[in-house]
């Protein structure tokens, strides 16, 4: 087993391959190794068999063990990712800006890859296939570092991958995967600097808050969204009351689904009726303020604790207000800057929403559902950023890249 | 003395003037600011002269003295220095690229504020007034944790900038100076990521550690260069030489002040002796490997921690190399990632070089001096990034601004 020096060094010592590679080199790497992936299927399920039996044994939950199970669909699936990162535009060498100074200086922004990212991620093996495309597209190298539960489903994806690209001669140090499950490892992984340049959490709040607690690394947060819908008193009902049941229940374990309704009062009384025979239909609990328990017998009175819960279940809280800039303070209070929407039909209004949220996206009329790397045309998604460096919402391609400057001089001094 | 806690809350309370001041009402702001300023020089000096009596107490060195003085010429210069803040564009609300969905969903990227930006510094008390105008114009609320040294200093130019925020009507809580100088409270302020969006750590290498240590706010790392000239053989060595004692001995203290020179072994005998004659005239002291040792007579055999090093001083370590692949192996290990050049008349090295060589800024034929916010013509600098994430190389205003998609529907739902 290599240490983590080591991992870090042969990651340096791979990087400069990607300074060769053209994009279609990379696109043609990428399908050989989705080919691969499919042609090795037997050995990844076998060993796939082993984690699943694991998990049995150690009483994995339903959800999860559904999460770990691989099928030969599924290996497919992963292989067909891979085939569409191929057919992504490249964004390395992207020219962003070309000025000229007065010195005679020309200075040209170029797009280049970060280097080399840490994927921290928990026990689906799908994620290592994933990670290694969009890292390997942009041209960085990529360390996997994956859950425990889902060792040999991973360390037999990356074995494969690894075999392919070293077919076709080039370097399978490009992707790598930390096997040491020792839980001080990971915190080391996460405070390796000097050869790590990003470090991306993929998992639940637990993970993402254990990286932001111990990395040094600089880390992409991943994050929780706690989404609002504002019903302004100028809604239009037949919008609402179709996107808030989409946003709430089409898919509820999701961080772009609906937890919270603020409602204008002067639309309560035709909005609410209809909208809680919807969420009844669709099983969804109501918690409410004074006002809306008021009205409705089967509202469970929401505490304080309610507007600052991402449920993740069919719940959703409801918070009447005197006007929209209660809206905004009640939701720039207890959202996670992840998706917030108004529904209305006052321009004025929503640009006021839509100016004074803070939000990766804010919303006028659509479902907070929409919130996502494919849904947004990326073609593909490392993840939705919650915080405001470097990406925010959902990151595509360009997330996993950096620039430099390039200057080209004629003898130039500085005076 | 408010707590960290209540700081912080007064920021995210100020936070939204913001999103209601336009251009022109900041711009006055930081004029109005600006002759405030002035207009206080004798109460700040005052102040300061406390600060400048303390640190001669406590033994403070000659040049940090110098760093902590203020005269009425340098409080004028940190009043023109806002003015020049006000003149420049304004980058938030720019419009980064629009795009409609299929289903008719048309999606703005906005620039906007970051939201509150935390700067911890030390001993120079022109970063008070110098942040606070950067986050000002970009609509950023400010923290600052000026150092101990400075602390009388720091007080009154920050009570200076709130009087006149207050005189024009804008909360002065958009910036704050912690004066609490215990340890802890500057490593509990590191990791405040409920009220701090980014922390910027502005001076020495240990204080930029520390805060990478012990920061769990995301982090933009300014740091130390080690920066490289490399004279390939096709150079022109009259370009060659005036740059090298330009990038060395210009300014000795700066980060993009070159320490090492690579170079091509069949230019070394054109190269050395004209070279080393002006360095001498210079008085920079001379590090080499055994080639040139054996050339010239007052060369220093250096060590591999020579070149590791950033000297900050008349000193210069120097290495032969066969070809460009291994001045590019050679950089690539011991650089840090901030400006490198290379000197050649010959296209093909140089696009090998700009494009292999992984750093901030790269250049042919010039000074790796002019990697600086001013030079690139942003009109000012929060710093100079080494790390890869959200900005790299000298941060303008455009480094103090994140983005939030904005998206129009029309009842879109998803399927």
């Known amino acids: 087993m290599k240490t983590l020096q080591e991992l870090g060094m042969a990651a340096q010592e791979a990087k400069p391959i990607f300074a060769k590679l053209t994009t279609e080199e990379k696109n043609k790497a990428l399908i050989a190794v989705a080919d691969g992936l499919v042609a090795d299927a037997d050995k990844i399920l076998e060993q796939n068999a082993i ?79 994933d990670a290694f495309g969009l890292c390997f597209k942009t041209g960085n190298v990529v360390i996997l570092k994956g859950g425990k539960d889902a ?17 076709i001669h080039i ?14 490892t990971t915190k080391e992984f996460m ?85 809680a025979e919807e969420l009844r239909k669709h099983k969804v ?12 017998k089967d509202v469970i009175p929401a505490t304080s604790e309610d507007w600052g819960t991402e449920y993740l279940d069919y719940i959703i809280s409801m918070k009447t207000v005197k006007n ?12 996670t800057k992840h998706s917030e929407a108004i529904i209305t039909e006052d321009v004025k209004t929503a640009e006021k929403f839509l100016n004074e949220i803070d939000a990766a996206a804010v919303y006028v009329n659509a479902s907070t559902r929409f919130t996502d790397g494919f849904e947004f045309g990326f073609g593909a998604e490392i993840g939705i950023s919650t915080q405001k460096l470097h990406a925010r919402g959902p990151m595509g391609l360009k997330a996993l890249t950096s620039y430099k400057y390039v200057v080209y001089g004629s003898g130039q001094i500085r005076k």
């Open 285 to 296: 609990e109501m918690r409410g303020d004074e006002v809306i328990c008021d009205m409705l």
């Open 51 to 129: 984690d699943m039996e694991n998990g049995k044994k150690n009483n994995m939950k339903a959800g999860l063990l559904d999460r770990l199970l691989l099928t030969k669909e599924r290996i497919e699936a992963m292989a067909e990712g891979l085939r569409q990162i191929a057919g992504l535009e490249d964004p390395v060498g992207e020219v962003l800006e070309t000025f000229e100074r007065p010195n005679g200086l020309k200075v040209v922004q170029k797009r280049v890859p970060i280097g080399v990212i840490g994927i921290i991620y928990e026990a689906r093996p799908n994620v290592t296939a």
């Open 171 to 184: 370097t399978p140090d490009v992707i790598q995967q930390i096997t040491d499950t020792n839980r001080e």
């Open 324 to 335: 929209v800039e209660e809206a905004i303070a009640h939701i720039n209070k207890y959202n």
């Open 191 to 275: 405070r390796l600097n000097s050869y790590i340049d990003v470090l991306i959490p993929r998992g639940g709040a637990g993970l993402i808050r254990t990286v932001v607690e111990n990395a040094t690394v600089p880390v992409i947060e991943t994050g929780t969204g706690n989404c609002h819908i504002y019903v302004d008193k100028a809604a239009d009902i037949k919008k609402a009351i179709p996107i808030i049941i989409n946003a709430k229940t089409q898919r509820i374990g999701v961080c772009n689904a609906c937890e919270s309704l603020v409602i204008h009062e002067d639309i309560k009384d035709t909005l609410l009726p209809a909208l």
């Open 151 to 167: 060792l040999h489903s991973n360390v037999s994806i990356t074995d494969s991958i690894r075999n392919s690209l070293e077919k």
